[in-house]
């Protein structure tokens, strides 16, 4: 779990202990906590993470959560966060907390909502009503919910754009990245602890418009960490990697990097290779809600297969979370297929555990000079899956 933050090491400090090719393992200090890196951020979208209480994840060794900026703002808003004592408060989770713009759920609405240079004019999908997310606006609402990381609205094209809107959506996230940087340095003294703005680059897997991006938000200031969006939409894996490849090289050594949006076994391992530090996505539970898991040696396994029915042994005899070390794939199984509630839960909690295991794993092979060895067999646990993930 996050620890205090340490009195000799300011808020925003990355400290690298170790690199092993582009891997590396460091600490994030953080108002609420040192995160620890690399790491997963389990996505609680309304302020939980589904089916777990903080105490759970913070038992499985989480040390950040995200947040998810558009679904709060609609429900139950800025004002009655803020008033009840900031996002950590009413949530009960003392670690830190990583807040998105909420621009990818507004983009998402395509049916539903309008872009202008302003910003992006949206119907809310609880009640209809219309709302701006605009470049300050988002930051005032970050600002409110007290979060630790705070992400500037930017433009997510689809994975398939073409090459002229890939352009125009990096151009559009740099205007309203100036935009966001003079607003941030006007009002970040009314924020209620220190906060830091990660960027995001945009550019799909064209590694031109990718590099472009990274020089052109570098130019713009010295930023405390970087975000590389607009992956994991739909684009092959191999392209992923590849941009990856591209991206990383021209950001900071001395900065953490944050993939938006990636949660899969085998990306984390992939990523982290690459000289990624942080993720986060909704994978793990949403898989672990629909009966998936992620089991080693054997990749996703769904539990409403028959041949589980009657299986004695350990969800994954390698896990040490409470649903391998106290339950059998047939009662899994059964609670899977009866709709009981304790599936979700049990399923999402080992889903998460696995993901973090990993970002443990990872540290230590960094620490070790191995870790082209750990993602070696990494890759042989978790199999490549065969869709790219959608966020």
Not at 70 to 89: D, K, S, V
Not at 178 to 189: I, V
Not at 294 to 312: C, H, Q, S, T
Not at 318 to 334: E, G, K, Q
Request: hydrophobic letters at 45%.
């Amino acid at each position: 779990m996050a620890t205090p933050c340490s009195c000799s090491e300011a808020v925003g400090t990355f400290a690298l202990e170790a690199q092993d090719g582009a891997a590396r393992a460091g600490h994030l200090h953080l108002a609420h906590g040192v995160v620890r890196t690399p790491a997963f951020l389990p996505v609680g979208t309304q302020a939980a993470v589904k089916t777990l209480a903080p105490a759970e994840a913070r038992a499985l060794g989480v040390d950040m959560i995200l947040a998810n900026t558009y679904h709060l703002a609609l429900r139950p808003g800025a004002a009655t966060i803020e008033a009840l004592g900031g996002l950590h408060r009413f949530m009960a989770w003392e670690g830190p907390i990583l807040t998105d713009s909420g621009g990818y759920q507004v983009f998402s609405l395509a049916a539903i909502r309008t872009l202008r240079e302003e910003g992006v004019e949206f119907r809310s999908h609880l009640d209809g009503s219309l709302h701006l997310f605009t470049p300050e606006s988002v930051l005032d609402l970050q600002r409110a919910f007290g979060s630790d990381i705070v992400m500037p609205l930017d433009e997510c094209p689809p994975g398939d754009a073409s090459e002229a809107t890939q352009r125009a959506a990096v151009e559009r996230t740099l205007r309203w990245l100036e935009r966001s940087r003079a607003h941030w340095r006007r009002r970040q003294a009314e924020a209620p602890t220190p906060q830091l703005v990660f960027p995001i680059l945009q550019g799909g897997t064209n590694t031109g418009l990718r590099a472009a991006a990274a020089q052109a938000v570098r130019a713009l200031d010295d930023w405390p960490g970087y975000a590389i969006g607009g992956l994991s939409v739909g684009e092959p894996k191999p392209a992923m990697y590849a941009t990856l490849e591209a991206t990383v090289p021209h950001l900071p050594v001395d900065r953490p990097r944050y993939l938006m949006g990636v949660g899969y076994p085998d990306d984390l391992v992939e990523a982290i290779i690459r000289g990624v530090d942080l993720f986060d996505c909704v994978a793990p539970t949403r898989n672990g809600r629909n009966g998936t898991a992620w089991v080693a040696g054997e990749g996703a396994i769904n539990l409403k297969a028959a041949r589980f029915r009657r299986d004695p042994g350990p969800l994954d005899p390698s896990c040490d979370c409470m649903a391998c070390a106290t339950f059998s794939r047939a009662y899994l199984r059964h609670l899977v297929v009866a709709g009981e509630v304790l599936a979700l839960r049990l399923l999402s909690l080992h889903n998460l555990r696995t993901l973090v295991r990993l970002t443990e794993e990872a540290r230590a092979a960094i620490r070790a000079g191995r870790v082209m060895a750990w993602a070696a067999e990494a890759r042989a646990r978790y199999p490549t899956r065969r869709a790219a993930a959608r966020t």
